[in-house]
Nanobody, 123 residues
Framework: QVQLVESGGGSVQAGGSLRLSCEVSGSSEYTYIRYCLGWFRQTPGKERETVAT???????VYADSVKGRATIYKDIAKNTLYLEMNNLKPEDTAMYYCARGQWGYCSETFPHWGKGILVTVSS
């Protein structure tokens, strides 16, 4: 059983920065952090957007909407996934979720999800 718990959300002014954390735990937490992991976001009435993913080999992929403003990375020792974002815009306002996919390269399937955390960017 894998668990993902997000933290670090809140309110921030446009142009500011934040770092989201996702603690990955479970019966095999030693390896879970090495799986494909991703950050996603969703606002009411819109489809969920894949913000960034990082696979077992540390290959990262970013949405065009955050490219150049976001960094996804893992701290293996802390079993934690991070998303750092800067130059935040009001359109970054959303519920942010972390999720775990498969071992190896990331696919479109993410069976395990956190409960999400709200990020609000005010202008």
């Amino acid at each position: 059983q894998v668990q993902l718990v997000e933290s670090g959300g809140g309110s921030v002014q446009a142009g500011g920065s934040l770092r989201l954390s996702c603690e990955v735990s479970g019966s095999s937490e030693y390896t879970y952090i090495r799986y494909c992991l991703g950050w996603f976001r969703q606002t009411p009435g819109k489809e969920r957007e894949t913000v960034a993913t990082i696979d077992t080999f540390d290959k990262t992929v970013y949405a065009d909407s955050v490219k150049g403003r976001a960094t996804i990375y893992k701290d293996i020792a802390k079993n934690t996934l991070y998303l750092e974002m800067n130059n935040l815009k009001p359109e970054d306002t959303a519920m942010y979720y972390c999720a775990r996919g498969q071992w190896g390269y990331c696919s479109e399937t993410f069976p395990h999800w956190g409960k999400g955390i709200l990020v609000t960017v005010s202008s």
